[in-house]
C-alpha cells in the first residue's frame, strides 16, 4: 500500500487543496522490516480549522437556501438518478476502497469485501424504499371536508459522523437516505477510515449540486464544536459513544430544533439456559462475540451461562477461540486483527487485570497476550459484578462469561444496565424462551432466539434503549427519521378543488403530485 498524501477536501462543488497542517493517518498493521517489525505510516489527510469547516456549513446552508435551494427541491425521480450514478461511480472504486478498510481499520479481507457490497445494497434498497413511499404519498385524502396530500419533507442541513468499525457501511446507513430525501450533508469521517472516503470525492463533487455534500476533514475537537454551536446544524447523524453525543448535543444552542439520530453504546448479553444446545451455543458466541476482532455495537459483550452447563459450554467456547485464525488481514480464514485504537490493548489489558484481581481467570491459553497493536482473545471466567468488564463495554476481543443460578439475575442486570440495545437467548424449552422473552422485550429492542445479535435485515428496524440509540435505522426507517411529515390541506370546495387540480395536471408543483415512480 503506497501513502496517500491527501490534501483535497470538497467544499461548495470544488475539491480544494489544503494548504494548512495536516494529520498523519497511521495503520495498525505492522511490517517486518529486515526482522524488524515497525508500524506503518498509512498517509496524510487534512487537518481543517474551525474556519475551513464553517466556511463547509455555510456552503451546505446555502445548498438547501431555507428548503429553497435546487436539492431539496428537486424532483425525486430526479434525486434518485442522482444517487444511482453515486452509485455506479463508487462501484468502479471497490478495490481500492477495500483496500483502504483493510489497511486503515485492519478488516480482515472477506469482511472488507462485505462491508462494501453491503453499502451498496443499503444504496440500492434506499432507493426501492424510496419509490414505495413515494407511491403510498401520491394519493390525496379526504377526511372532514378538507382535501389533504401528505408528503415527507427534508429538514436541513446533517451533520453526518460514521464509526471505524464500518466507516463506509454505517456512514452509508446515514449518508444515503438523507441525501435522497432532499438534505444537504456535511460528512465528517471518523478518526480511522478517513483516507477511505477520498476515492469518493469526484463523486460526491460530479453526482451532486455544489454544496450539497461537503467534507469536514480534522480533530473532532476542533471542527465540530464550532458547527454545533453555530446553530445551523439541523440534523446530526453520529454513531459513537453515548459520551460524545451528548457532548454534542449540549453545544447546539437550539436543541428542540436540533433533530438527533443516533447510534451508541450497546452491552448485548447472550443468556444460556440449562436446556440450550450448547454446540450452537458456543458457536454463535463465539461468532458473536469476536467477529472483527469484537468491534462491533451488535456484538456480544458479556455471556449468562447457568452453572450446570457452564463447564462443558466453556470447554466449548475456549476451543472455539483457540481454533480461530489469528493474522493479518488478507491471510485465509484470519477472524482476529490488530487493533486500529493504538490505546485498546492498554485498556483491554486493564479490564482483564481487574477482573483476575477480584476472581475471574483467563481460560484460554495465551489469552490477553498483547503484541504491538495486537491483543489474542481472552476467555474470562467467572465473571462478577465488581468487575469492570461486567459492566463496561469492551468493545474488542475480551469475552466475559458469568454464571448464574436463577434467571432472575439476569434479567436483574439487563434492566439495571444503561443500555438497550438487543439480546441473545439460548434453549429449547418453549415456555422458558418466552418467559426470558417477555422479560427482556421491553428492556431492548431485538431479542435473538438461538442466534446472535446482528443488525442485518436492513429492513428489519435497528434501535436501542436507554443509551443504545436514538432514532430508528432502516431501509425504510431512516427515510423517515431524515425527513418530516408535510401536509398540504384545503377545504372541500368547489374552487379549492380548481386550484388543486389545475396544479396537479399542470405538473406546476413538485410537491403537490399524483405522480409517483415505479
Not at 15 to 27: A, T
Not at 149 to 173: D, H, K
Not at 329 to 357: C, F, H, M, Q
Amino acid at each position: 500500500m503506497q501513502p496517500i498524501r491527501q490534501r483535497d477536501y470538497l467544499v461548495a462543488g470544488q475539491i480544494r487543496k489544503w494548504k494548512g497542517p495536516l494529520q498523519e493517518v497511521p495503520s495498525p498493521l505492522w511490517l517486518n522490516r529486515g526482522g524488524t517489525v515497525t508500524p506503518q505510516l498509512l498517509g496524510t489527510a487534512p487537518a481543517l480549522s474551525p474556519e475551513a469547516a464553517l466556511e463547509a456549513l455555510a456552503a451546505a446552508k446555502e445548498a438547501y437556501a431555507n428548503g429553497r435551494g435546487a436539492w431539496p427541491t428537486m424532483a425525486v425521480s430526479e434525486r434518485i438518478r442522482s444517487i444511482e450514478r453515486f452509485i455506479q461511480a463508487i462501484v468502479r472504486k471497490r478495490q481500492e476502497i477495500v483496500a483502504l478498510l483493510i489497511w486503515e481499520i485492519g478488516k480482515s479481507a472477506v469482511e472488507a469485501e462485505k462491508e462494501f457490497a453491503r453499502a451498496i445494497a443499503y444504496a440500492n434498497e434506499t432507493i426501492s424504499a424510496l419509490k414505495e413511499l413515494d407511491r403510498a404519498s401520491s394519493r390525496f385524502v379526504i377526511q372532514q371536508n378538507i382535501i389533504g396530500q401528505i408528503r415527507r419533507a427534508p429538514l436541513g442541513v446533517t451533520l453526518c459522523m460514521g464509526p471505524y468499525n464500518f466507516p463506509l457501511y454505517e456512514t452509508f446507513s446515514t449518508l444515503i437516505p438523507a441525501l435522497v430525501m432532499g438534505n444537504t450533508i456535511l460528512l465528517k469521517p471518523p478518526r480511522f477510515g478517513i483516507l477511505l472516503f477520498h476515492p469518493l470525492l469526484k463523486a460526491f463533487r460530479d453526482c451532486f449540486p455544489p454544496g450539497v455534500i461537503n467534507t469536514v476533514y480534522g480533530d473532532g475537537d476542533v471542527v465540530i464544536p464550532p458547527l454545533m454551536a453555530s446553530g445551523d446544524i439541523d440534523v446530526l447523524a453520529f454513531i459513537g459513544t453515548s459520551r460524545v453525543a451528548d457532548r454534542l448535543r449540549a453545544l447546539h444552542p437550539r436543541p428542540h430544533r436540533l433533530r438527533c439520530v443516533l447510534g451508541l453504546d450497546a452491552k448485548n448479553p447472550a443468556v444460556i439456559l440449562p436446556d440450550a444446545d450448547l454446540d450452537l451455543s458456543a458457536a454463535e458466541c463465539l461468532s458473536g462475540s469476536l467477529t472483527f476482532n469484537g468491534q462491533r455495537c451488535t456484538a456480544l459483550k458479556i455471556i449468562f451461562v447457568h452453572r450446570s452447563v457452564a463447564e462443558p459450554f466453556l470447554l466449548k467456547l475456549s476451543k472455539g477461540v483457540t481454533s480461530l485464525c489469528c493474522g493479518m488481514p488478507w491471510e485465509n480464514r484470519v477472524t482476529i486483527t490488530p487493533l486500529p485504537e493504538p490505546e485498546k490493548p492498554a485498556y483491554l489489558s486493564g479490564l482483564v487485570n481487574d477482573a483476575l484481581a477480584k476472581g475471574a481467570k483467563v481460560i484460554n491459553k495465551g489469552g490477553a497476550t498483547v503484541f504491538g497493536p495486537f491483543f489474542y482473545p481472552a476467555l474470562l471466567y467467572p465473571v462478577s459484578p465488581a468487575m469492570r468488564v461486567y459492566s463496561e463495554e469492551q468493545f474488542g476481543p475480551v469475552v466475559p462469561v458469568v454464571p448464574y443460578d436463577d434467571i432472575q439475575e439476569v434479567i436483574d442486570y439487563v434492566v439495571a444496565s444503561d443500555y438497550g440495545q438487543q439480546a441473545s437467548i439460548f434453549g429449547r424449552s418453549p415456555d422458558k424462551v418466552a418467559q426470558l422473552m417477555d422479560a427482556l422485550v421491553n428492556q431492548v429492542c431485538r431479542i435473538n432466539i438461538n442466534s446472535q445479535c446482528q443488525r442485518s435485515p436492513d429492513s428489519f428496524p435497528f434501535n436501542g434503549r436507554k443509551n443504545s440509540a436514538e432514532g430508528t435505522q432502516s431501509v425504510a426507517d431512516a427515510l423517515r427519521v431524515f425527513s418530516i411529515r408535510t401536509v398540504v390541506a384545503a377545504r372541500e370546495t368547489d374552487d379549492n378543488r380548481d386550484i388543486v387540480n389545475e396544479i396537479v395536471k399542470g405538473r406546476k408543483s413538485h410537491f403537490l403530485s399524483t405522480d409517483y415512480l415505479l
